[in-house]
């Protein structure tokens, strides 16, 4: 039996990756539900690999290169690419952004508004990283919970940990001196009158913006990523400037329902990249940074393989299936 600290999305991921190798699984959680006392809640879901090579390393497009195929397995995965776009006088921004990105191809006015109509004559050129996805994280924390007991996994909800276990996946509550916190502010909006089918980034040299489509013409924005260890609820400066974005967008977000503001800590290691750390006997899963879903499904085979490693004719089997 192994046994994981924390059912959000590190230990789910795993436990999933654990019980396709025939592993029997038990997961302490300590909030009520899946993931209801993770980071993850506050996520974009956005599977964008190239999107992010904007401003991390090249292993986070190597890490998440499998990630839309293992989630679609899981929960619906919306392949509609990520349209970037830039206020005119922002335009350097455009071109910095396609500097230091690849998989993209250069759109104009009338490209962008055959994409989005909503967007027709907002914006002159734009982006488009064909290639990239996204989910809805709450949904997919749920339906992976969901896979995982299917599977015959064990989820203890409002259960603390014992002090030994095999997995930690606690994200920032870990004991592992390098963490550091990074917050994330969220706001989760209902527009009427407003058709986007696809994430949406508006850059800006101060307030970037990305928007995620959740369905039935609810939005969510974020952006923000403050050092900081405050649990406390988003503040006044992050709302204006994450709704003043949003209706820079689209002056119709001027009218949009606030439905859910929210913020979270996101856990990483000074380089930005997740780790499999063992100290005292625990092997650790922690560090997701801003890739949660993108990365959770290689960094859970990487930990699955530590605590159950597979022979290698049947790992080489799998890998040629």
């Not at 969220?186 to 009158?193: E, I, K, R, S, T």
């Not at 503001?261 to 940074?289: C, S, T, W």
Request: charged content about 20%.
């Amino acid at each position: 039996m192994i046994t994981i600290a924390g059912a959000g999305l590190a230990g789910l991921a795993t436990a999933y990756e654990l019980l396709q190798r025939g592993g029997e699984v038990t997961l302490f959680e300590r909030g009520p539900g899946p993931g209801m006392a993770s980071v993850a809640r506050f996520a974009g879901g956005m599977l964008a690999p190239f999107c992010e090579r904007e401003s991390a390393e090249e292993e986070v497009i190597t890490l998440g290169s499998r990630a839309f195929e293992w989630w679609a397995k899981i929960t619906p995965v919306h392949r509609r690419g990520t349209l970037v776009v830039a206020p005119a006088r922002d335009r350097a921004e455009l071109s910095r952004f396609a500097q230091r990105t690849r998989g993209h191809q250069l759109l104009g006015s009338s490209d962008i508004a055959e994409l989005e109509p909503a967007l027709s004559g907002r914006f002159a050129s734009g982006l488009f990283f064909k290639d990239e996805a996204h989910l809805d994280p709450r949904r997919a924390l749920v339906d992976l919970a969901k896979t995982v007991e299917t599977l015959g996994g064990q989820i203890l909800y409002d259960t603390p940990a014992p002090r030994r276990v095999d997995l930690d996946c606690t994200g920032i509550a870990a004991a592992l001196p390098a963490l550091r916190p990074v917050r994330g502010e969220m706001a989760l909006l209902h527009c009427d009158g407003v058709e986007i089918s696809r994430t949406l980034r508006l850059l800006h040299p101060r307030i970037p913006l990305y928007l995620v489509p959740r369905g039935d013409q609810h939005f969510m924005i974020g952006g923000t990523m403050v050092e900081s260890a405050s649990p406390r609820a988003p503040t006044l400066r992050s709302v204006s400037e994450l709704l003043s974005a949003a209706f820079a967008l689209h002056p119709s977000f001027g009218e949009a329902s606030v439905v859910e503001l929210g913020a979270g800590l996101r856990p990483a290691f000074a380089d930005n990249l997740p780790r499999l750390i063992e100290q005292d006997g625990v092997l650790y899963l922690n560090g997701l940074y801003r890739h949660g879903f993108l990365l959770a499904p290689a960094m859970a085979r990487r930990a699955a393989e530590r605590l159950l490693p597979q022979p290698a004719d049947l790992l080489s089997m799998e890998t040629s299936g």
